[in-house]
C-alpha cells in the first residue's frame, strides 16, 4: 500500500475479529485523513498530475472529528508501518478480547490532530502492544491513552496535547526513550500495576 491516500467523509474504518495491516514506506507512506484535507492531494504520491485538491471542491483544510478514525474491537489486531492518520475523532481505538498476542503494532507512524485521543488502547489479560518510532500530536483530549496493556511503547514523540501526553491505567506498558512535551500532563499513572520508565524526556509539560 506504499503511496497510497484514503480520504474519508465521516465514516470509520472498522476491524471486528479480523487483521488489518496498513504498510507504507519511508518514502510512500499510507495518509489516511479527511476528505477536506488538501495536503493529501488527489492522486497518488510522486505524479505531476496532483491538482492539490483531494475532492476537487476547492481549496478546504481539514478539522478534527471529520471522521470516526480506525475502530479496533472484539477480536481485531492492526499493524501500521510508516502511516499517517489525520482529523479523525480518535486515531485509533481499540478495545478487544483477552488471549490475542499482540494487538497493535505500531511503527514509525503519525497520529495527529484528532478531536479526541491520538491513539486509545484498551486490552486484556495475554494482549500487548508496540509502538514504536510513533509521532502523536495535537490531538484535542490525550495523546496516548493505554488501560489494561502490556507491551512498549518507544522512541515516540507525544505532543501538543492539552489534557494529557500520555494516560496509563491498569497492567501498563513499558515507556522508553520517549519525548513527552507541550502537554496539559506528561504522564499520568493511575491504579494497580506499577509502570517501567526509562530513558525519556519529559518537558515543557504545563
Do not use: M
Not at 472498522?14 to 487483521?19: A, F, I, K, S, Y
Not at 520517549?178 to 500495576?193: I, W
Request: hydrophobic fraction near 35%.
Amino acid at each position: 500500500y506504499g503511496g497510497y491516500r484514503l480520504v474519508t467523509q465521516e465514516g470509520r474504518i472498522l476491524v471486528n475479529n479480523g487483521r488489518l495491516e496498513v504498510n507504507g514506506t519511508a518514502t510512500q507512506p499510507v495518509v489516511v485523513t479527511s476528505y477536506r484535507d488538501d495536503l493529501a492531494g488527489n492522486t497518488a504520491f510522486g505524479t505531476g498530475d496532483d491538482s492539490g485538491d483531494t475532492y476537487e471542491d476547492g481549496a478546504t483544510a481539514g478539522a478534527p472529528g471529520d471522521w470516526w478514525g480506525f475502530d479496533v474491537i472484539n477480536g481485531g489486531r492492526v499493524r501500521f508501518a510508516h502511516t499517517a492518520v489525520r482529523y479523525a475523532d480518535d486515531g485509533l481505538y481499540l478495545s478487544v478480547q483477552s488471549n490475542l498476542g499482540v494487538v497493535a503494532d505500531l511503527r514509525e507512524s503519525v497520529f495527529e490532530r484528532a478531536a479526541d485521543d491520538g491513539l486509545y488502547l484498551t486490552a486484556a489479560s495475554g494482549d500487548t502492544i508496540l509502538v514504536d518510532g510513533v509521532t502523536v500530536r495535537a490531538s484535542g483530549d490525550d495523546g496516548v491513552v493505554t488501560n489494561n496493556v502490556y507491551g512498549e511503547v518507544r522512541d515516540c514523540l507525544i505532543h501538543g496535547h492539552p489534557d494529557r501526553g500520555v494516560s496509563a491505567t491498569g497492567w501498563k506498558p513499558a515507556f522508553s526513550d520517549n519525548v513527552v512535551a507541550d502537554n496539559g500532563t506528561g504522564f499520568y499513572l493511575y491504579n494497580a500495576a506499577a509502570a517501567t520508565l526509562r530513558g525519556n524526556a519529559i518537558a515543557y509539560n504545563h
